[in-house]
Nanobody, 122 residues
Framework: VQLVESGGDSVQSGGALRLSCAVS????????MGWFRQAPGKEREGVAS???????NYAVSVKGRFTISQENAKNMMYLQLNSLKPEDTAMYYC?????????????????WGQGTQVTVSS
């Protein structure tokens, strides 16, 4: 399994970005895909998840601002980040798990990408 993130950048507060995650080698019919982030000196935290049926789950801090989606035909997952705030600054990781219930728990996810940096300036 290989997960490769892209799309991170430096933006000003209020700006938007779209992160992409290219997935290869994952053939399970039932799965969870998620986005996590880790700021310097902080624990990795869950941002959003989506299951094989398209059911989504968001952290309270990003609900209404971020949107997770997937494009199965292209083996891609996305995270649209709108109304960005300086506290959204972090390394963002995509992750995958073979599960039918997709909480934002990092211990559930067994496969991880290398991350893409998002920096939001005030």
């Amino acid at each position: 399994v290989q997960l490769v993130e892209s799309g991170g950048d430096s933006v000003q507060s209020g700006g938007a970005l779209r992160l992409s995650c290219a997935v290869s080698g994952y053939t399970y019919n039932t799965y969870c895909m998620g986005w996590f982030r880790q700021a310097p000196g902080k624990e990795r935290e869950g941002v959003a998840s989506i299951d094989s049926y398209g059911v989504t789950n968001y952290a309270v801090s990003v609900k209404g601002r971020f949107t997770i989606s997937q494009e199965n035909a292209k083996n891609m997952m996305y995270l649209q980040l709108n109304s960005l705030k300086p506290e959204d600054t972090a390394m963002y990781y995509c992750a995958a798990a073979r599960a039918s219930w997709c909480p934002l728990l990092k211990t559930l996810y067994t496969d991880w990408g290398q991350g893409t940096q998002v920096t939001v300036s005030s």
